[in-house]
């Protein structure tokens, strides 16, 4: 899968999930939610997506290491990868 929105973020749901997140904080003015959806991504990054890419470099190898070295996990933030 490396086409559509997998060619411009590795994890594409969880990256939707913390937007929509962000998105009804902010509109409905929730400063409580803002810090919820952002102590939610960085736990999901490192708690889920970093155990999820230890498994597939496991089983994908080189062609795995070779997408994550093109695609951000997240979406245009290298320190991420």
Not at 44 to 53: F, G, H, M, P
Not at 56 to 78: C, H, I, K, N, T
């Amino acid at each position: 899968m490396t086409s559509g929105v997998f060619a411009l973020s590795r994890n594409p749901i969880y990256l939707g999930n913390t937007l929509l997140l962000l998105g009804l904080a902010l509109a409905l003015h929730w400063p409580w939610l803002l810090v919820t959806a952002l102590v939610a991504a960085v736990s999901v990054n490192q708690l889920a997506i970093k155990r999820e890419e230890r498994h597939l470099a496991a089983r994908f190898g080189p062609v795995f290491a070779e997408y994550s070295q093109r695609v951000p996990r997240w979406f245009g933030f290298p320190r991420l990868r």
